[in-house]
């Protein structure tokens, strides 16, 4: 599903990413861990188009993208969700999601309102009177609505109450393993990445330093590259 080969990447005269060889199986949720600061939303970031890569590749689903512009992604059936959700918070809850595919004529799949009911209890309210976790829900909601492929989560459960927390968990399980939705997120929390995840790849200074099964994740690697 996605490939990347020898990837660098600079911020003026940093050097952010270093040389980045990066994997994901099509069906598989791969989990980017690793302390804050490492560069996990940058490499997201770059997957996406919205941060200019020095050299390397990145190839999605058998077509390169490293050159590509950002809204090539969407097409190409790849939703993100950011870190901070981003939504409109002036638009409606039915806006925000309409935002996913307004360029395409499309209609908002079923699936969306299916896994949050309380999205369309709530069509009509405006996306800022909402709270983080139906924030959270709301962002979510529209990267499904262009009926993703790859599904690219940037810390999905940060600031959000314990409840949205794991009903997040179990959305993504099903996704991924009932819907056959390839999932790749960043997240900090070990608990959660071992509920969700198949596979795991740490980062370190910018560069990958492990990668496994996430059941091969063990204390030696979280005590030298997860604990703060």
Request: aromatic share 6%; net charge negative; charged share 25%.
């Amino acid at each position: 599903m996605l490939i990347i080969n020898n990837l660098d990447q600079f911020y003026k005269e940093s050097h952010t990413l270093w040389d980045i060889d990066f994997e994901i199986k099509k069906g598989s949720c791969m989990c980017l861990m690793g302390r804050n600061g490492v560069g996990k939303t940058t490499l997201l970031k770059c997957i996406m188009g919205l941060e200019p890569i020095a050299n390397g590749e990145i190839n999605i689903n058998g077509i390169e993208f490293s050159s590509k512009p950002a809204e090539q992604r969407a097409r190409h059936r790849i939703g993100y969700v950011p870190q901070g959700r981003e939504i409109f918070s002036q638009l409606t809850v039915e806006e925000n999601l309409i935002t996913g595919i307004a360029s395409s004529g499309k209609k908002l799949p079923t699936l969306i309102y299916e896994l949050f009911p309380v999205l369309k209890e709530m069509l009509n309210r405006r996306g800022g009177d909402l709270s983080g976790g139906q924030q959270q829900q709301l962002a979510i909601g529209r990267a499904l609505a262009i009926e993703p492929e790859l599904l690219i989560l940037d810390e999905p459960t940060e600031g959000i109450q314990p409840n949205v927390v794991s009903e997040i968990g179990d959305i993504i399980n099903k996704l991924n393993k009932e819907l056959g939705l390839t999932v790749l997120l960043v997240e900090q929390k070990l608990a959660f990445a071992k509920k969700v995840a198949s596979n795991f790849s740490i980062m370190e200074k910018g560069a990958m330093v492990a990668t496994g099964k996430i059941e091969d994740l063990g204390d030696d690697l979280v005590d030298k590259y997860l604990k703060v």
